[in-house]
C-alpha cells in the first residue's frame, strides 16, 4: 500500500506550488529533491550578508495579478526594476532597445528618427519576413545594434549561429521608443525581501521533503510510495531517452566576493562580443538596495556567468527549442499525455523556456484541473 497520494519529483517552483496546493486540498503529499536544498534554479543563499542568486539572475515580472497576488502570499516583494547595462569593447549601452539606446548607437534624439534609422537598415537587408533569429532581430532594432549588441551575446549563450535560432529569443526583449530602460513590460515586478528559497519553504512548509534524492537512483521504490507523481525534471531522461536526448543549454558560475563597496553600479552589466567567454555579471547586492537600512556593506559579491555545452550528467538550465528539438518533444509529450497518473511540469518537464510567473501560473492551472 503507498503511504503518499502525491510523489512530487523535484522542489522547483512548479513542484513546490503544486505540493502547497495539494496539501491545501487535504492531500499526502511528499516532494523528493536530488539537490542537497530546496528552490531548484531559483535557489539563493545568504553571502556576506547578501542575497546571491546561486543559479543565475531571477527577476519576479507579470502582468498576471493572480500570479502576483499568490506569490505576494509567502512573500514581500521590493520595487526593484531591471535595467541591464551592455558593454560592447569599448561602448556601452542601456538596455532593453529603447530611446536611450538608440541616442547612445545613433545620435538620434526622436522616435520618428530612431524608427526611420531602423527601417533603412531592415530594407538594405532585404528582410520582409524574418524566419530566423538575426532575421528578427535586424527587423527589430536595425543591423548596428543586432552586430552589436545581439550577435555575439546570442552566439555565446545558445552555442550557435543566430540565423540557426528561432526568432522567439529575441522576442522576449522589449523594443521601446520612449527613454525607459526597465527590462520588461509586466505590470508587476520585484525581487523577494529576504529571498527566493524563503518562498520555497513557506510554500512547502508541513510537507515531508526529502532533498539529496535522487528520483532515477531508486525509481521503483519511489514509485510505490504514492498513487500519483509530478514530475519536474527532463522529460526525456522519464523515458530513458527512448526517442533521442533533448538539447540543453547550460551555464558556469565563478563567484567571488570583492573587498569593496561596489563593483559595476548595476546588479547586470551584459558583455555583448563574442570575445568575452562569459555573457554577463552579476553584482548581487544591488538587488536588495536598501536591504542594509541606511547601513553600507562594505562587502560586495560578484558572479561571472559563462553559457556551456550541456551533455548528460550537466545542470540543464534552457531547453533549446527550435524546430528539431521541439519535433522530438512532441513525441515524448504524446507519450506524457497517455499517462493517467503522472504530471509534467516546470521548465524541464515540459522543455518550454518559461518564466517563472508562467511556471507559477501553470502550477495553479494543473493543481485546479488535477486536484
Ligand atoms: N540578448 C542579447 N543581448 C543582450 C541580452 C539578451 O542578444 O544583451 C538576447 C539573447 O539571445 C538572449 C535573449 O536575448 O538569449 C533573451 O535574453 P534574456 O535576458 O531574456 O535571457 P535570460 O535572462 O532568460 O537568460
Sequence with gaps: MSGYD?????????????????????????????????????????????????????????????????????????????????????????????????????????????KAKIEEQKKEAGITEPKNLEEQAISLVGRDIYEKLIKGYTQKQWGRPCRELPAFIIRRLPVRFVYDNNYFNDTYQGIPIGGYTKIVERLLEGIEVRTGCDYFADRAYYDSLADKKVFTGMVDEYYDHRYGT?????LR???EVLDMENYQGNTLVNYTEYEIPYTRIIEHKHFEFGAQNGNVNPKTVITREYPATWKKGDEPYYPINDEKNNALYEKYSALAKEEGNVLFGGRLG??????????????????????
Excluded at 541591464?84 to 548607437?105: G, S, V
Excluded at 533533448?246 to 547550460?250: D, I, M, P, T
Excluded at 515540459?350 to 486536484?371: P, S, T
Aim: net charge negative.
Design 253 to 255: 558560475f565563478e563567484t
Design 246 to 250: 533533448l538539447e540543453y543549454r547550460s
Design 350 to 371: 515540459i522543455y518550454r523556456y518559461l518564466d517563472m510567473d508562467k511556471v507559477v501560473a501553470l502550477a495553479l492551472k494543473d493543481a485546479k484541473e488535477n486536484l
Design 6 to 114: 502525491y510523489l512530487i519529483v523535484g522542489a522547483g517552483i512548479y513542484g513546490a506550488v503544486f505540493a502547497h496546493e495539494a496539501k491545501q486540498a487535504g492531500k499526502k503529499v511528499l516532494v523528493i529533491e536530488k539537490r542537497d536544498h530546496i528552490a531548484g534554479n531559483i535557489y539563493s543563499e545568504d553571502i556576506e550578508g547578501i542575497q546571491v542568486h546561486k543559479y543565475g539572475p531571477h527577476i519576479f515580472h507579470t502582468s498576471d495579478k493572480a500570479v502576483w497576488d499568490y506569490m505576494g502570499r509567502f512573500t514581500e516583494f521590493n520595487r526593484y526594476t531591471n535595467c541591464p547595462i551592455a558593454r560592447y569593447k569599448d561602448e556601452q549601452y542601456n538596455l532593453p532597445f529603447n530611446m536611450n539606446t538608440f541616442h547612445q548607437m545613433w545620435g538620434v534624439r526622436t522616435p520618428e528618427e530612431a
